[in-house]
């Protein structure tokens, strides 16, 4: 191994550990459990709490119009699109979910329109003043200015060299994938999306890898987790249910990337290019630990200027604010709607009553709906099944399949279409209800066990 100054070794080390412990290691804050960055998060929501959902509506409006006037803005194909350009010019497609959001933005705020839009079940859910458009414009802000800690000084390096041998061939994903899963499911789901985003469009992930690694493992925070038990009245059953959840989040690991559609996207790169290799081999005299220590330093190094580091932060934010939280009060808000004003969620779920019946799951024909009503919102499923659902076994059932299935079109799901990860409306579908089918019988195994 290649000898380092102090100064790059400091530059590796302290910037990373603060990354890590901003956004992965969880705090006793109060009287509840929090990474540093929510916590920041939450704090300064609640500060602007208040002005949030019109200053939301004004920055959604900003990109609907910004996007709609990039669209009639050829291409200059022989000079690199400026930021603002990759802030605006999208597909027509993404154009008019832009608009769409910022009519209901508008809908929302000043209560226009039908009260379906503007309820606060539906679009008022997701902007009102701690609503999660207004949350996520908080949280984007630390997660983007921060993201860089854990990003540009060598961290990814290390551990995408030191985990390769266990990501690889369990999940078929690079060693670096292993920050993301663990950004996740220790902080946040919304973060560890974002954390992949942002490694997909710098070229370190292929189609496949950002699409596997976005819907496979931005799972609930272990926080949000014990809001769920709590809300079906089963908290003192959160060490089995929480055993669970991760149990089975690691089985869909295994299952999801090898299965239609995620193991039908491309091995090539955003730019087009085709991933031709995966990991590199260990060069002659060094181990995983001194490769991936030397792979860090090599890239700390690169980052010696501030003012880049910083540059880079601000642009995250603004990609953020842009790009993702329009897309998540438009499809928010369709999905809420859907659930909350028409019985499509029952009739859907009714090829789910059979099933529970097999599995010998009591008042199935009420979990049915239950089972297919989380791909709106994650917290759906526990808050309707609450007063609805009487049997222990149930509500077990209810609230662990609603945390393993991850695909939330008013957060996760929606978050996303947001990005430029190549995953569409029908894939989310797909992978839901996938997801739900795998998860079904072992959590009602489970279940059984307890109950």
Known sequence: MKKASL????????????????????????????????????KLSSLVEPAMPFAAMVLIIISAVGSVIFLFIPNDEHSKPSFVQTLFKVTPFWTLTRVVGAVFAVMVTYKLGP????????????LSPDGLVS????????????????????????????????????????????????TS????????????????????????????????FSIVSITFSLVIIKTV???????????TVAVVGLVLGLIMPRIYPLSKKPDEFIDGSPQTGTEESLPEGYSVFTHGIENALVTADKNRAPGRIVGDGFRNVLDMWIGVAPIVMAFG????????????F???????VPILNLLGIPEAADAGALMVVGITDMFLPALLADGMITSPLTLFVVATISVVQLIYLSEVGGLILGTKIPVNIWDLIVIFLLRTLIALPIVAGVGHLLF
């Open 7 to 42: 100064s790059n070794w400091l530059l590796f080390l302290i910037p990373s550990i603060i990354g890590v412990i901003l956004f992965m290691i969880p705090l006793k804050i109060g009287d509840s459990w929090q990474v540093p960055i929510a916590f920041l998060a939450d």
């Open 115 to 126: 009260e379906a839009v503007w309820s606060e079940n539906t679009g008022g859910l997701l």
């Open 135 to 182: 949350f996520l414009y908080t949280i984007f802000l630390f997660a983007g200015l921060f993201l860089p800690l854990l990003l540009n000084f060598g961290l990814l390096e290390f551990f995408g060299t030191m985990m390769v041998k266990i990501m690889r061939p369990l999940f078929k994903l690079p060693g670096r994938s292993s920050i993301d899963a663990l």
């Open 185 to 216: 499911w220790v902080g946040d789901g919304t973060i560890g999306v974002l954390l992949t985003s942002k490694q997909y469009e710098d070229g370190h992930y292929s189609k496949r890898e950002a699409a596997v690694i976005a819907t496979t």
């Open 233 to 243: 009245g089963l908290e003192n059953y959160f060490v089995p249910f929480y055993a």
């Open 333 to 344: 808000t369709i999905a809420t709607m859907l659930a909350e004003y028409t019985s499509l």
């Open 346 to 352: 029952s009739i859907l779920g009714k090829p789910f």
